[in-house]
């Protein structure tokens, strides 16, 4: 049933390649935003759900 709809599609090849490509990117970013991270700031964040309101 998909096949003939996206048999239409003029360059459908192409939309998996960017998708990955811009999934690629965004999960190379995280991880180097997270390697790069200060220690102090990931420590904060692992205990925040943790504190109350009177702890912050």
């Given at each position: 049933?998909?096949?003939?709809?996206?048999?239409?599609?003029?360059?459908?090849?192409v939309?998996?390649?960017?998708?990955?490509?811009?999934?690629?990117?965004?999960?190379?970013?995280?991880?180097?935003?997270?390697?790069?991270?200060?220690?102090?700031?990931?420590?904060?964040?692992?205990?925040?759900?943790?504190?109350t309101?009177?702890?912050?």
């Amino acid at each position: 049933m998909f096949t003939n709809y996206l048999k239409s599609i003029e360059y459908v090849t192409v939309y998996p390649i960017v998708s990955l490509i811009c999934f690629m990117a965004l999960f190379i970013g995280v991880v180097i935003w997270a390697l790069r991270a200060d220690d102090k700031y990931i420590r904060r964040m692992e205990h925040l759900p943790l504190d109350t309101p009177a702890d912050r």
